[in-house]
């Protein structure tokens, strides 16, 4: 059983920036490929970032190209998000996610998840 908690999340306007943080325990890190997640009022629960186990692969949704950035750091038990150049459209619960088979954008492999921290950016 892997429990994952989020952090970092907060208020910030537009054009600023934020890191995301998940630590992971109860489980081998490393065996995961990681994921993160957005979810606004109202609005499905979307894809935004995933990195393989090792960090050599990563994927994006397109509207967070360029702006936002995954990594893990496998020796603590952490992956990242770094999001730069944020717009209102951003603001969302994130959450982290694992799978430990696939590497993924559709959340229904992923098994398990964080509660999701808050990011609000202001126009």
């Known amino acids: 059983q892997v429990q994952l908690v989020e952090s970092g999340g907060g208020l910030v306007q537009a054009g600023g920036s934020l890191r995301l943080s998940c630590a992971a325990s109860g489980g081998i890190f490393s065996s995961y490929a990681m994921g993160w997640f957005r979810q606004a009022p109202g609005k499905e629960r979307e894809f935004v970032a995933a990195i393989s186990w090792r960090g050599g692969r990563t994927y994006y949704v397109d509207s967070v190209k360029g702006r936002f950035t995954i990594s893990r750091d496998n020796a603590k038990n952490t992956v990242y998000l770094q999001m730069n150049s944020l717009k209102p459209e951003d603001t969302a619960v994130y959450y982290c996610?694992?799978?430990?088979?696939?590497?993924?954008?559709?959340?229904?492999?992923?098994?398990?998840w964080g509660q999701g921290t808050q990011v609000t950016v202001s126009s």
């Open positions: 996610a694992a799978d430990r088979d696939r590497l993924t954008t559709f959340k229904i492999s992923y098994e398990y």
